[in-house]
């Protein structure tokens, strides 16, 4: 069973920059696909992106505060896998959710088997 760990939040400006980062602890991240996915107050968690296990293939939302703004990468050989957040906007203001499955490294959050505790992410305007 796979621990995961988010970092990396805090509170920032619009416009600033922030490297969100999910540790794993336990088994190797490489059995992994990996999702990054958000959640602010009052609201449903969103899908932001996921990465395969090999980190060849990765998928992001078409929403507009996230296309273009966000880059998923990962280090297997560090057990991490990386949220690169950009031109943060106060829409961005929520709790990044790091979630892993053996198999799924898709949109749908329920598929998912684990997941992280979350770092939340405060974008001020």
């Known amino acids: 069973q796979v621990q995961l760990i988010e970092s990396g939040g805090g509170l920032v400006q619009a416009g600033d920059s922030l490297r969100l980062s999910c540790a794993a602890s336990?088994?190797?991240?490489?059995?992994?696909?990996v999702g990054w996915f958000r959640q602010s107050p009052g609201k449903e968690r969103e899908y932001v992106a996921s990465?395969?296990?090999?980190?060849?293939?990765?998928?992001?939302a078409e929403s507009e505060s996230v296309k273009g703004r966000v880059t998923i990468s990962r280090d297997n050989s560090k057990n991490l896998v990386y949220l690169q957040l950009n031109s943060l906007t106060p829409e961005g203001t929520a709790v990044y959710y790091c979630g892993a499955d053996p198999v799924w490294a898709g949109k749908e959050d329920h598929l998912y088997k684990y997941w992280g505790q979350g770092t939340q992410v405060t974008v001020s305007s």
């Open positions: 990465t395969t296990r090999s980190g060849v293939h990765k998928y992001y």
């Open positions: 336990g088994r190797p991240l490489s059995d992994y696909g």
